[in-house]
């Protein structure tokens, strides 16, 4: 069969970390920011959400930051600078110099839009995919599937929907996504539904 018309890729979530040159005093932060979350005997860091855009960064005394809700590279880069201008605004010291920013994980869901995938037809006549892949269907609906580049997983599931995640990059996604389908349509268990 045909490969499926343009598989529908959408960003889900971002998770980025920044490493400022500097510590920071979480209940100096609290105080300043009534609506931050911080408890620090069930967990290290505070919870700093923004509406815009819609993010939680975690901020620990080390100076590290995890950003986490966006649904780009733009956006999580976005969100750490707010945050760090907020804090600037409030009188928290902050060293001149940016932070190190990582990306440390892209989720994003993918449609194949009219076409489902044959999951066991898929795991055992695998050549394309080799013994990268797992399916225990009393355990999970999905194939689990570890490509190796570029280095993401997939959850497969035979609705022609896929979960994606692992990668450091947008661009990483689209890739590995084009590639997923390119071998599926290889191995002949794309099915398009009437």
């Given at each position: 069969m045909?490969?499926?018309?343009s598989?529908?890729?959408?960003?889900?979530?971002?998770?980025?970390?920044?490493?400022?040159?500097?510590?920071?005093?979480l209940?100096?932060?609290?105080?300043a920011?009534?609506d931050?979350?911080?408890?620090?005997?069930v967990?290290?860091?505070?919870?700093?959400k923004?509406?815009?855009?819609?993010s939680?960064?975690?901020?620990?005394?080390?100076?590290?930051?995890?950003?986490t809700?966006?649904r780009?590279?733009?956006?999580?880069?976005?969100?750490?600078?707010k945050?760090?201008?907020?804090?600037?605004?409030?009188?928290m010291?902050?060293?001149?110099?940016?932070?190190d920013?990582?990306?440390?994980?892209?989720?994003?869901?993918?449609?194949?839009?009219?076409?489902?995938?044959?999951?066991?037809?898929?795991?055992?006549?695998?050549?394309?995919?080799?013994?990268r892949?797992?399916?225990e269907p009393?355990?999970?609906?999905?194939a689990?599937?570890?490509?190796?580049?570029?280095?993401?997983?997939f959850?497969?599931?035979?609705t022609?929907?896929?979960?994606?995640?692992?990668a450091?990059?947008?661009?990483?996604?689209?890739?590995?996504?084009?590639?997923?389908?390119?071998?599926?349509?290889?191995?002949?268990?794309?099915?398009?539904?009437?």
């Amino acid at each position: 069969m045909k490969s499926p018309s343009s598989p529908r890729i959408t960003i889900q979530n971002v998770v980025a970390s920044a490493t400022f040159k500097q510590g920071f005093d979480l209940n100096a932060i609290a105080k300043a920011f009534p609506d931050v979350q911080y408890r620090p005997k069930v967990f290290p860091g505070l919870a700093f959400k923004l509406r815009k855009p819609k993010s939680c960064t975690l901020i620990f005394s080390t100076g590290k930051m995890v950003c986490t809700g966006t649904r780009s590279e733009g956006e999580a880069l976005k969100a750490v600078r707010k945050v760090a201008k907020e804090l600037k605004k409030a009188g928290m010291i902050m060293k001149p110099g940016r932070p190190d920013f990582t990306v440390q994980n892209i989720v994003a869901s993918v449609d194949l839009g009219g076409t489902s995938i044959d999951v066991e037809e898929a795991v055992y006549s695998a050549r394309g995919i080799g013994g990268r892949i797992m399916y225990e269907p009393d355990q999970f609906p999905g194939a689990i599937y570890r490509m190796e580049d570029p280095k993401v997983v997939f959850l497969i599931f035979s609705t022609g929907k896929l979960v994606c995640v692992g990668a450091k990059k947008e661009e990483d996604v689209y890739t590995a996504v084009e590639k997923l389908v390119t071998i599926l349509d290889e191995e002949d268990v794309l099915i398009r539904r009437p």
